[in-house]
């Protein structure tokens, strides 16, 4: 898949839209033509100035940074924007691995709405928990959402926080590098490497520092980001109708929602019968009661330098797509 591609297939580049914090890779650059608006937490001249400093960013990449439109937090995006021309009549708004940080989603997802004009998308690549540093945390729960959108949260919580650090396993690869990401469907337990400081990180949390700290605070598949979308449209919170949610493609997978041209009631009735099936592809997609008919196979593994048994799941051999249109 040509991810761009595929993260571009509701974009029109003439039409009016909005790109979240692309940093120095954006994917709808004014400099190409598109007329696009972008948001970040900081002001292109900060941006430019952390890029010179970080040796991994090579210096030509530096010009690549675009003047940032509107300076805020992302969560209230419909804040930031509200009062300009540009409020409610956006056709796409488009975020790469930025949804997962976000210490308020329900309120991004919100924002959003508000900024695009009826018929626009919402464009998200997400990284699966399951293929990331993140692979030892428990996923995301509904719960979890609303207590941040009821707390009215803008930054992650000590919670969060805690749980980010504990839970991070970076991956050994090959070439004997530390790697964020690799394929769920070939890792191997022994090559994880662990270096949580437990009392450290307790510590950390109990001093409740004011100082934003970055983490991921969704924890998620697409089966349980299905799960949880869906769940909030028929709650009424949100109101976008889900137009895909695609297979995990390496360590990322791609969704594409909606804000429909009219408002339409949800089926409350329905999905009553539906959400037991969302919750067991999420089940599935966990390793958790998995059968011959759910997965390919379970192979039990002895590590002999621990003396701890556990299991491996392999990947499903139909892996898990939403295409609704």
């Not at 009826?118 to 690549?125: N, T």
């Not at 949800?266 to 999420?282: F, G, H």
């Amino acid at each position: 898949m040509d991810r761009k591609k595929e993260l571009l297939r509701f974009v029109d580049k003439e039409a009016l839209g909005v790109e979240i914090a692309p940093y120095f890779n954006p994917l709808t650059p004014k400099a190409e033509g598109f007329n696009c608006r972008i948001v970040d937490v900081f002001g292109h001249d900060e941006l430019r100035a952390k890029a010179k400093d970080d040796p991994f960013i090579p210096s030509e990449r530096v010009a690549e940074i675009e003047d940032v439109d509107f300076v805020g937090d992302g969560s209230h995006l419909n804040d930031l924007m509200r009062g300009s021309p540009e409020f409610g009549e956006c056709a796409y708004i488009v975020s790469s691995h930025n949804f997962e940080h976000l210490p308020n989603p329900i309120q991004f997802l919100q924002g959003c709405e508000e900024v695009l004009r009826p018929g626009g998308v919402l464009s998200m690549a997400i990284p699966d928990y399951r293929a990331c540093f993140d692979h030892f945390r428990f996923p995301t729960r509904l719960a979890d959402w609303l207590d941040a959108y009821h707390e009215d949260r803008s930054r992650p919580s000590p919670g969060s926080v805690l749980d980010f650090k504990l839970g991070t396993a970076h991956y050994l690869g090959r070439d004997g590098n530390e790697k964020p990401g690799f394929n769920i469907g070939t890792a191997k337990f022994e090559r994880f490497i662990f270096g949580q400081d437990l009392p450290g990180l307790y510590q950390d949390y109990l001093d409740k520092s004011e100082t934003y700290t970055d983490a991921h605070c969704s924890v998620t598949c697409p089966e349980i980001l299905h799960l949880l979308i869906s769940d909030l449209i028929h709650l009424d919170l949100i109101s976008f109708e889900i137009v895909s949610i695609s297979r995990t493609r390496t360590f990322e997978y791609f969704v594409h929602l909606r804000k429909p041209e009219q408002p339409v009631a949800a089926d409350k009735e329905t999905y009553k019968s539906q959400r037991p099936i969302l919750m067991n592809e999420a089940r599935l997609a966990m390793g958790i009661g998995a059968d011959a008919d759910a997965l390919s196979s379970l192979l039990s593994v002895i590590h002999q330098k621990t003396g701890l048994k556990s299991i491996e799941r392999h990947l499903q051999k139909q892996p898990y797509v939403v295409q609704n249109g």
